[in-house]
């Protein structure tokens, strides 16, 4: 029997170690922390709302232990602003199947406690490098699956693969109870996304809790310096959502009373920070020489604003685990991690990143074809503006079907002759929406956005 260690019990971490051990492997997860600890002690490192083509690998492994109607989350209700408190272009599309957010503390205890009743090894301590040695000298293949930690840094940074230098947007996440869960005229439960071209982004997400059930995620993703800008220095969550709740007054005071009541999930139900968006060589070389790969944010970390680091993390796991089990006696040896990272990178990864880049970058000639062509999307009718809104929605998903048209003119026209749309009919039909909405505003009127406000 072969045998495998992995650091880390996040999402990649624990999907990887349930994954090889329903392939046969011999399995060693190696925490820093209990499932008790990530319950009561840990903050969650992200939203993680994962999307059905990731959630399938949580069915194949029997560890979709959420799947109920409370946590399906259908679909997205946007609205994109050039300025604050001026909804411009709202888009309500539906997604395929449900996508969940389930607090990934919940989750990492929970698959901890199925791992252990499955036959794996737990072992709780931190892992430093020599320790790390010591336990890839003990096992066949060894995985580090840290998350952006310290180990992480073993993987040389890929230059040519990691666009940006630096983090793109400053983030706060917040975790509330006391939100309804759902917003007047919006037929599903989405996440609703408000979309400022200077500010940033913030987003709602709908989000199963380790205590409390159905609650929200609060992310604001600011640009530095703009009127977004207001977490730096809150010292804890009820500060961090006191300036949360001033920002959506000043900024979406649409969604203001339905933020008013919000208090915070639990004390660790918060985060401030930046994440540098990169990704890595899959060959962590030790003192002893010995090579060990990586998973999950390790070698691949993403910013929030696409929600796509644990989809992207699921996936990997998925190609690891098989790639693993295809490999028969031959030994784990650094032109097998080359390969099997490659493989994910060509078929997966890159789509992923680049969708998520486009995300952080200024809407596009060819994005604005698609947003202005989908305007009068419901969320309930079959037209063609929604079929487009549905597309940009399934996106999310399954960044291979459309992430062209965001950046391409001739792309972006084929999503809209796909949907049934005509040239620029379609484009000039939504412009009128939208200046109809503009022109009520002017006036102190709501715009009356389609199943927005
Ligand atoms: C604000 C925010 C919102 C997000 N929203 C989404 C979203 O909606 N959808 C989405 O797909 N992604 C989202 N992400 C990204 C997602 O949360 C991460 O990609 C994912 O959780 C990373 O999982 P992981 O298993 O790779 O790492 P982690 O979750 O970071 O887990 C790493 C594990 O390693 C352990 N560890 C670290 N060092 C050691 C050590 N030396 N020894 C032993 N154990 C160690 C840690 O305790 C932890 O268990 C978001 C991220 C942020 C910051």
Redesign the pocket.
């Known amino acids: 029997m072969r045998s495998a260690a992995i650091?880390?019990?996040?999402?990649?971490?624990m999907l990887t170690a349930h994954g090889l051990l329903k392939k046969g492997f011999r399995v060693t997860v190696?925490?820093?922390?209990t499932g008790e600890q990530w319950l009561t002690q840990s903050k969650p490192?992200?939203?993680?709302?994962?999307f059905d083509r990731s959630l399938r690998f949580d069915r194949e492994l029997g560890l979709n232990h959420w799947d109920r109607p409370e946590t399906a989350m259908q679909g997205v209700s946007l609205a994109f602003c050039l300025k604050p408190r001026n909804p411009l272009v709202t888009l309500t599309g539906r997604i395929q199947a449900p996508c969940r957010?389930i607090d990934?503390r919940l989750l990492?205890a929970r698959w901890m406690q199925d791992f252990v009743e499955r036959g794996g090894r737990l072992v709780i301590e931190?892992?430093?490098l020599a320790r790390l040695d010591q336990i890839a000298s003990e096992h066949d293949l060894t995985i580090v699956?840290?998350?952006?930690?310290?180990?992480a840094q073993l993987f040389p940074r890929n230059e040519e693969r990691s666009v940006y230098s630096g983090p793109q947007r400053k983030?706060c996440?917040l975790v509330t109870r006391g939100g309804r869960m759902g917003f007047d005229r919006v037929p599903f439960l989405p996440v609703r996304f408000n979309l400022f071209a200077t500010a940033g982004e913030a987003f709602w997400?709908p989000f199963w809790h380790k205590d409390h059930g159905p609650t929200w995620n609060l992310?604001f993703e600011a640009k530095p310096g703009g009127p977004m800008d207001q977490f730096d220095g809150c010292k804890s969550g009820e500060e961090a959502l006191a300036v949360a709740k001033k920002v959506i007054r000043e900024l979406c005071p649409w969604d203001a009373d339905w933020a008013e009541p919000m208090t915070l999930a639990d004390p660790h139900g918060w985060?401030i920070g930046a994440?540098p968006p990169g990704v890595r060589a899959p060959v962590g070389r030790l003192p002893s020489g010995r090579v060990v790969t990586g998973v999950?944010?390790?070698l691949m970390s993403l910013d929030?604003i696409g929600?796509?680091?644990?989809?992207n993390?699921t996936r990997m796991a998925r190609n690891l685990v098989e790639a693993a089990a295809a490999r028969g006696d031959a030994p784990f040896d650094a032109a097998w991690m080359e390969s099997t990272f490659e493989q994910y990178w060509r078929e997966e990864g890159s789509h992923i990143v680049r969708f998520n880049n486009i995300l952080l970058e200024p809407l596009s000639a060819a994005g604005r074809s698609m947003l202005l062509s989908q305007y009068g999307s419901d969320g309930l009718s079959d037209t063609p503006a929604q079929r487009i809104a549905d597309q940009v929605a399934e996106n999310f998903n399954d960044p291979h079907l459309i992430t062209d048209g965001f950046v391409d003119d001739a792309a972006a026209r084929k999503v809209i002759a796909g949907a049934g749309g005509r040239w620029p009919w379609s484009f000039m039909r939504g412009g009128l929406g939208v200046a109809r909405g503009q022109a009520r505003q002017a006036v102190g009127l709501q715009p009356r956005h389609p199943a927005h406000v």
Do not use: E, F
């Not at 650091?7 to 971490?13: D, L, P, V």
């Not at 699956?145 to 180990?151: E, F, H, M, T």
């Open positions: 650091i880390g019990t996040g999402i990649a971490g190696y925490s820093d922390r490192t992200g939203t993680a709302a994962r957010a990934v990492s931190p892992v430093d699956a840290a998350g952006r930690a310290q180990l983030l996440l997400v992310l985060l994440v999950g944010d390790t929030p929600g796509q680091g644990a989809n993390g």
